[in-house]
Each structure stands twice: as C-alpha cells, then as structure tokens.
C-alpha cells in the first residue's frame, strides 16, 4: 500500500511539473486582460462556447469546434 | 462510529489534496478566470460523487451482461432521464438568459466503429471515461497504466479522425431541432422507461428479484454515511443530474472528458518534436486553440483534474485510498490494450460514455443512442474476450 502511494506520488508529481511547464510556455495575460477576466460576468460569459466533443451547428462558433475538420 | 470511521482516514493524503485542491482553484482564479476555478471545483464534486456512489458503467453493463443485476444500468438510464429532463429546454433555447450548446456528433461509420471498439476498451481497460478517472483519483495503480495508454489511444485517434469522419455518415441529427424540444424530451422518456422496464424484467427472469438501486446502508447516520460513503446509486444519480448540469452552465456545453486526454498526448507528442500541425484535427478549430494554450485554459482538462483530486479526497477520507494490489502480466497487458481501444475508440465516437453518450443522448443528439448500442455490444465482446482470457471465471464455475 505505501508503494502504490509513492507510485501515485510519483505519478502526480509528474503531471503537476508537466501542468507547470506547460502554463509557463503560453503567454501570460497583461494586467488589463486578467483584470477583465477576473472581472468575469455571470451572466453574460458562461455561454457561447463550442462544446470540446461536439460537432458545432451554429455558425458562429465553427471555428471553435474540435471534432470539426475546418476547410 | 463516527470514531471509528474517523481512525480509517487516511489524515496525511486528505490534508495534502485539500491543500492542492485550494492551491489549484486560487490559482485558475487568478491565473485564468472565475470560470476555470468553477469548473475545477465541480470536477471536484464530481470526483466525489463518481467515487463514493461508485457510479461506473464498465462494470455495471458486465454485471447485466453475465448475471442480468441491472441495478447499475437502471441508474444509468435514470440519469438519462432526468438529466434529459434538465437539459431539454436549456439547450432547445426555452431560457434565453442560459446561452449553451449541445454536444452534437455525426451520425455514421465513425461512431458506430469507435463506439465499438471502446466497449471493448472497457471490459478490457477495466473502466470508461469517468470511471478511469476516478479510479486513477483512488489510487488504483493499475489504472494509470489504461490512462497512460487512454491518453496515446486518443491522441492516435485524432491523427486518424479526418479519414474516419469522411466514411459515410448522416451528419449531426438533432431530435430537438427536429421534432421540437417538447415531443422529442417526451419521446426520449418514453423510450428511457421501455428500456427501464425491459432490463428491470430480464434481472427479474433470472435472478427471480430486483436488485434495488437505494440500497440501505450499515451507518447509523445520514452524515456518516455522506462524509464516509458509499452512497446508494440513488445519491449518485441526483449528484451526477445536478453537477452535469452545472457543467454545462458554466461552460456552455456538456461535460466531456476524452478530448482532455487527446489534448494531453497531443501536446506531450508536440513537446518531444512530433509535427502536430500537419494533422488537420490540431490545425483548425477548438483543438487548434486548445493546443496553443495553456492547459489549464482547457475546460475538459481542468475538469478532469477535478475529478481526480475529488475521488482520492473521498478515497482517503472513507480510508480506501491506493489499496494494495498486485499487478500480473496479465492486467499489464489488458489495461494496455484496454486503454488503446478505449483512446481511439472515443476520438472516432466524439467522446466517451460521459461526452458522447451522456452528453450526447440529453442533448438530443441521436450519435449519442448509436454509440449506446454500439458500445453495448462492443462491451458484450469484452466480457467474452476476459471469459476466453481468463480474467474472469465463468458464472458456473463461481
């Protein structure tokens, strides 16, 4: 049992780094856009926003779809 | 009681992943926005729910498959239902102040196939989507080795994708756009309950009695049996109906979680020098940004990490966290081969049993009663390959 901690351990540890290392490539927001993200409205911002497993029908959002092929 | 239940608690690895729990949400707050840190904390919840009800779907469709106990399943399809019920006039527009989208997939070759092959995956794997997840989160070792394999599984499924969705198919069918929201959440109901009553009928013709989803529980309390689990099925189904539909308020889609582990692979592949940008799949779209983003701006992937730290917070509280086990070549190789057909299997569908099926079914989406019946009988295949296999012994033999 205390192996298969270690292992699990291990196991997130690595992920974590990889997680990190990952966050730190991308660039960071500037001040004003995470203001504004923190800022963020209820009611107005959790919409609108392609589903990561779905083929899109609405055309706005086309561009967003992951299971879509584009052009 | 309470006492008792107190000294199994693994204090250590609760402490340590309620420190990371609030480190990770204070940080997606402020590194990323309100809404990361939301979805993060309803995996969370999640994570606890899937673990202390212990609501999986690979081994709740063997045991109907080998023995008929169909309690498993009638949780399954009551979750349907009431989420069907939930998600209906949300996504058909009936509340113009919620904005979401559903999880649509084409209806076609691609779905029938990766439906398919991922119930193969999870007889073999030893769990699906969610119930990988959650079982990684309780520190079943083995386990890490189907995710290990989910995560490359899904991440070959996504260079392969633009050839399998060019097999034919009837693209996207909406039952709500088709019928209106009203006659189609009815007629799903209707044939939800058909379906209730049918495997409700075969436990009852083999078993001679219904197993039944409340079972009562040895905890003289309500609280000890809420803090420590398990959960009857029934608490699952109404933890699982409220935090999906959450999910999909907050992130304006369904809860999904297979498109995390391609995302994963996908950027790992990217990070050792493979060229992801000739794949069409990585080069447009959602995947597209995804990919050149952090992760932790992924909702699936803040999601699942949610999931993960929720099922060992409640593994160790209920003192079951990493339990000792013992891993033969045997589960090395089956989860191996598990985890490959559940990954490819779940790009080629558009999602697993929680993206596609769930998602996909309580969106009106018919791809997701395809990959039902595809995965159903790709399951079938499965516990016959672990009879042949020898995983598991034949009933007569037990």
Not at chain 2, 44 to 52: C, Q
Not at chain 2, 176 to 198: D, H, K, M, N, S
Request: aromatic share 12%; net charge positive.
């Amino acid at each position: 049992m205390k192996r298969n901690k270690v292992i699990m351990g291990a196991a997130i540890s690595l992920a974590t780094i990889a997680a990190a290392i990952d966050h730190t490539r991308h660039r960071l927001p500037e001040a004003q856009e995470l203001s504004e993200q923190i800022n963020f409205d209820l009611d107005n911002g959790f919409g609108n926003s392609a589903s990561p497993c779905s083929l899109d029908i609405d055309p706005d959002i086309d561009n967003r779809s992951p299971c879509s092929l584009g052009d | 009681m309470t006492t008792q239940r107190q000294a199994i608690t693994d204090k250590p690895v609760v402490v340590a992943t309620c420190l990371g729990i609030l480190f990770i949400s204070l940080f997606l707050q402020h590194d990323i926005d309100l809404k990361q840190s939301m979805l993060f904390l309803t995996g969370i919840a999640l994570g606890l729910s899937l673990m202390y009800a212990l609501f999986g779907f690979s081994g709740a469709w063997r045991l109907f498959i080998r023995e008929r106990k169909s309690a498993g399943v009638r949780a399954q399809l009551l979750l349907l239902a009431f989420s069907s019920i939930l998600f209906f006039p949300v996504i058909a527009g009936f509340f113009p102040s919620l904005q979401v989208n559903a999880a649509m997939g084409q209806v076609g070759i691609s779905v029938i196939i990766g439906a398919f092959i991922f119930g193969i995956g999870m007889q073999l794997g030893g769990g699906c989507g969610s119930g990988t997840l959650f079982t990684v989160g309780q520190g079943q070792i083995d386990m890490l080795i189907t995710l290990a394999f989910f995560i490359i599984g899904s991440t070959l499924g996504s260079f392969h994708l633009g050839w399998w969705l060019s097999l034919p198919n009837l693209g996207a069918i909406s039952t709500i756009e088709t019928f209106g929201w009203v006659p189609a959440l009815v007629t799903q109901l209707i044939v939800l309950f058909v379906l209730y009553r049918l495997v409700r009928l075969m436990e009852y013709k083999r078993q001679k009695s219904i197993e039944v989803i409340n079972k009562k529980s040895s905890y003289p309390t309500f609280s000890d049996r809420l803090l420590y689990g398990p959960w009857p099925l029934s608490w699952g189904i109404v933890a699982l109906v409220v935090l999906s539909f959450i999910s999909l308020v907050i992130a304006g889609y369904p809860w999904s979680i297979t498109f995390a582990f391609g995302l994963w692979g996908a950027k790992i592949w990217s990070a050792l020098g493979g060229d992801i940008a000739s794949y069409s799949y990585w080069s447009s779209g959602y995947p597209e940004m995804a990919l050149n983003q952090s992760v932790l701006k992924d909702t699936t992937s803040v999601m699942n990490f949610g999931i993960i730290l929720g099922a060992t917070l409640s593994a160790a509280i209920a003192g079951k966290y990493a339990p000792a086990m013992t891993i033969n070549r045997q589960r090395v190789i089956t989860a191996i081969v598990g985890g490959l057909l559940l990954g490819y299997g779940a790009r080629l569908a558009f999602g697993c049993n929680i993206g596609a099926m769930l998602g996909g079914i309580v969106s009106g989406s018919l791809h997701g009663w395809l990959w039902l019946v595809a995965a159903f009988i790709g399951s079938m295949l499965g516990v016959k390959i672990r009879l042949w296999a020898q995983i598991d012994k034949p009933l007569e033999a037990q």
